[in-house]
């Protein structure tokens, strides 16, 4: 069956302007989950969608945002990029809520920031 | 909230030679400890994983053992083979709150 997809694979913003990437899980799988990975802090998570509603969030500024579809495709928003948020974005799809059931991650979205 | 700690930060073996990863938890609440491969290019992969209620478990050359007392986890690699070179991370959540919370990676190397 077909992974977790990541749209797009690569991005080059500008600073303070805004950007949205999506992730759409594995048939089935109900929650969605958001990370951000980079060199200096590592894997951290950003927050967990499970039939639509935001179910748990990191301890990240109002500036990232998600939501999640009635066909549990879901989309992360950064408004007000700074350079800090150049990242590796990687979504995780599970079949029940997070820790339930295994999760399984898309290959990310790249995000430069210039 | 959670900490775990990861190390090595690098670990290079022989073919054939096995691995050890040790990772520790700061918060006894948590209840679930998945293990992740990341290669280059990709995402992380599921391994292994072992919940509270488990001190061991095997997968192949792949085994994991938990000590709730001390807060440790160890993931452990036999017979290594050179596809065995990735960053592989360690992971933490507990299930009430359903934040994975990562160690800071090995990058294991498999000289063959």
């Known amino acids: 069956k077909a992974g977790v997809t990541q749209t797009p694979r690569y991005l080059i913003k500008t600073r303070g302007q805004q950007v949205t990437l999506s992730c759409s899980p594995i048939s089935g799988h109900r929650s969605v989950s958001w990370y951000q990975q980079t060199p200096g802090q590592g894997l951290q998570f950003l927050f967990e969608?499970?039939?639509?509603?935001?179910?748990n969030k990191g301890n990240f500024p109002g500036r990232f945002s998600g939501r999640q579809f009635s066909n549990s495709r879901s989309e992360m928003n950064v408004s007000t990029l700074e350079l800090g948020d150049s990242a590796l974005y990687l979504c995780?799809?599970?079949?029940?809520?997070?820790?339930?059931?295994?999760?399984?991650f898309g290959q990310g979205t790249r995000l430069t920031v210039v | 909230g959670e900490n775990v700690e990861q190390h090595p930060s690098t670990l290079s073996v022989q073919e054939g030679d096995s691995a050890v990863i040790k990772c520790t938890y700061s918060?006894?609440?948590?209840?679930?400890f998945p293990w992740y491969k990341q290669e280059l290019g990709k995402g992380p992969q599921l391994i292994i994983d072992i919940r509270s209620n488990v001190g061991e478990k095997k997968d192949q050359r792949i085994a994991v053992t938990l000590n709730k007392t001390a807060k440790h986890f160890s993931l452990h690699i036999t017979e290594t083979q050179p596809e065995d070179s990735a960053v592989y991370f360690c992971?933490?959540?507990?299930?009430?709150?359903?934040?994975?919370?990562f160690g800071s990676g090995t990058r294991l190397q498999v000289q063959p």
């Open positions: 995780a799809s599970s079949l029940f809520l997070a820790g339930e059931s295994e999760a399984f």
């Open positions: 992971a933490a959540m507990d299930t009430g709150r359903r934040a994975l919370t």
């Open positions: 969608y499970f039939s639509e509603t935001q179910r």
């Open positions: 918060d006894s609440a948590s209840n679930y």
